[in-house]
Nanobody, 120 residues
Framework: EVQLVESGGGLVQPGGSLRLSCVAS????????MGWVRQAPGKGLEWVSG?????????NYADSVKGRFTISRDNAKNTVYLQMNSLKPEDTAVYYC????????????WGQGTQVTVSS
């Protein structure tokens, strides 16, 4: 059974930091491109960041988070991370971990999401 389990969300003040984790099981993690997608209240899904499946760990970010968020992966632990710094109220959303095998395809697998709330 394929599973993606996110953790690390919570309530943080503006300017604060959080580190999200996503543990994968049930598929060959190292073969998959991993990403983070978020959904703010009342809005659609927004792609946040992705990291490729190669050894080089090429990463990409949405303009809205570039310079503040960092994605990384540990293939030995089947885990992908999202380090979020300088958080803003507009970062408030449910954050989903996702996995896909092909670069330009839709994501194949999704986690259940973790809530991030940025508020004073």
């Amino acid at each position: 059974e394929v599973q993606l389990v996110e953790s690390g969300g919570g309530l943080v003040q503006p300017g604060g930091s959080l580190r999200l984790s996503c543990v994968a099981s049930g598929f060959k993690f190292s073969n998959y491109i991993m990403g983070w997608v978020r959904q703010a209240p009342g809005k659609g899904l927004e792609w946040v960041s992705g990291i490729n499946n190669g050894g080089g760990g090429v990463t990409n970010y949405a303009d809205s988070v570039k310079g503040r968020f960092t994605i990384s992966r540990d293939n030995a632990k089947n885990t992908v991370y999202l380090q979020m710094n300088s958080l803003k109220p507009e970062d408030t959303a449910v954050y989903y971990c996702a996995a896909k095998l092909i670069y330009k395809a839709d994501y194949d697998y999704w986690g259940q999401g973790t809530q991030v709330t940025v508020s004073s």
